[in-house]
């Protein structure tokens, strides 16, 4: 797909990719290059105070391991975020 570099170094992505990855409006995402290409990754921003408590729980998690108890398991990061109390919309 062929796409022009317009004015103030804007480009469009064509509305087929974004309905292929889901994007929407507002949504966040990291650029960088690599090798001589562009590159666009979706990425999620959460606030520090949520951040924070999931460090806590890593941390804990990490102590747990050194005790030898069990540890909760997860199968997808929405059902931990559940646990955490973070919405995911």
């Known amino acids: 797909m062929l796409v022009e570099l317009r004015s103030r170094a804007q480009l469009t992505i064509p509305n087929e990719i974004v309905k292929e990855i889901g994007a929407a409006e507002g949504d966040k995402f990291d650029i960088f290059t690599k090798d001589g290409g562009i590159f666009l990754c979706p990425v999620v921003v959460y606030p520090k105070e949520k951040i924070a408590k999931i460090a806590k729980i890593l941390k804990g998690a ?5 005790n030898g108890t069990l540890l909760k398991e997860y199968n997808d990061v929405e059902a931990m975020f559940a646990d955490m109390g973070i919405k995911i919309d």
């Open 62 to 66: 990490d102590k747990k391991r050194s």
